[in-house]
């Protein structure tokens, strides 16, 4: 049991590149999320996902896609990235949306130049 | 979306109780309020949660009080690996959302 994992832990871009940040969850949760950290602030959500097939914007969505085709994994994709991109991307699960604690992966650690 | 009002850093001597407050003034009937914390830049660790009642699990206790404008987290015997930051939450049910605040950043003293 993983728990939720993330890939890739670390990875550096050019500004104008593209890239895709997989979140795998094993726990049959039905949310997923995506949060960003910038250095000493609080996590701030970018999309979110209430099923398979599903997903929604959060508090920062711009300059980010996100698709759930399957249950268990959450991918979220930055098709021109930006140095204000830079930042860590930590992705969560939950099994309920309200009762319930939301578990989260160790992070990806993003650099865009 | 109900928001959180938390001291920006505290500290506490090891071995000593660490009370966490939170304000939530504006929260609403069907509401949760959660902690999480978050050790050096790993990815945020569930505490406790609750609704109305004061809860209390292996890890921490939740006192939230009548009115529930405001809930404090009890580290009831605080040691040098609960330094990190502790982030109170608002769950609002029906969004399906975590929003995070900047959180208190704790410091547990040897």
């Known amino acids: 049991n993983a728990g939720v994992t993330q890939t890739p832990k670390f990875r550096v871009l050019k500004t104008g590149q593209s890239m895709t940040l997989l979140c795998a969850q094993d726990m049959n949760h039905e949310y997923m999320y995506w949060y960003r950290q910038d250095p000493g602030m609080g996590l701030r959500l970018i999309h979110y996902?209430?099923?398979?097939?599903?997903?929604a914007k959060g508090e920062v969505p711009d300059g980010y896609n996100v698709s759930r085709l399957k249950k268990q994994n959450f991918l979220l994709g930055l098709e021109s990235a930006a140095p204000s991109q830079t930042s860590v991307y930590f992705c969560?699960?939950?099994?309920?949306?309200?009762?319930?604690?939301?578990?989260f992966g160790q992070g990806t650690r993003l650099t865009v130049v | 979306d109900a928001k959180t009002t938390q001291p920006t850093s505290m500290d506490c001597a090891e071995g000593r109780a660490a009370n966490l407050p939170c304000n939530h003034s504006?929260?609403?009937?069907?509401?949760?309020v959660y902690w999480y914390r978050q050790i050096h830049s790993q990815g945020p660790q569930y505490i406790i949660h609750?609704?109305?009642n004061n809860e209390t699990n292996e890890m921490a206790s939740l006192i939230i009080t009548e009115d529930r404008k405001s809930s404090t987290l009890i580290l009831p015997h605080a040691t040098l690996r609960d330094t990190a930051v502790y982030y109170c939450?608002?769950?609002?049910?029906?969004?399906?959302?975590?929003?995070f605040g900047t959180g208190t950043r704790l410091k547990v003293l040897a």
């Open positions: 609750g609704l109305k």
């Open positions: 969560a699960s939950s099994y309920l949306g309200q009762g319930g604690e939301a578990f």
């Open positions: 996902s209430v099923g398979e097939g599903t997903t």
């Open positions: 939450i608002v769950y609002t049910s029906g969004t399906y959302k975590y929003i």
């Open positions: 504006t929260i609403s009937g069907n509401e949760y």
